[in-house]
Nanobody, 120 residues
Framework: QVHLVESGGGLVQAGGSLRLSCAASRSIFSIYTMGWYRQAPGKQRELVATITTGGSTNCADSVKGRFTISRDNAKNTVYLQMNSLKPEDTAVYYC??????????????WGQGTQVTVSS
């Protein structure tokens, strides 16, 4: 069992920045790809970004150039730096572990989520 705890969400004005953190309960970074999903009210959960054990990253087109995913293996923590935030980025953001198979990311363990609200 892996426990993931997100932090760093909050209320920010459009154009502002936030950094989300996700701390894992144990050392998993040599095993799992890490990812961030988000879910806005009334919408399906959306994959935002992933980072592999080797540090390769992938971001959704909707956040490319604005969001950056990174990881600190020594701290068992993954981050999501969000810049130039827009009201449409408002959602609950979820951290997860997972694996890629044939080009598709399959999440495994999930955190409880952290709310990000961007005001216009």
């Amino acid at each position: 069992q892996v426990h993931l705890v997100e932090s760093g969400g909050g209320l920010v004005q459009a154009g502002g920045s936030l950094r989300l953190s996700c701390a894992a309960s144990r050392s998993i970074f040599s095993i799992y790809t890490m990812g961030w999903y988000r879910q806005a009210p009334g919408k399906q959960r959306e994959l935002v970004a992933t980072i592999t054990t080797g540090g390769s990253t992938n971001c959704a087109d909707s956040v490319k150039g604005r969001f950056t995913i990174s990881r600190d293996n020594a701290k068992n923590t993954v981050y999501l730096q969000m810049n130039s935030l827009k009201p449409e980025d408002t959602a609950v953001y979820y951290c997860n572990t997972g694996r890629y198979a044939y080009g598709t990311y399959y999440p495994d363990y999930w955190g409880q989520g952290t709310q990000v609200t961007v005001s216009s």
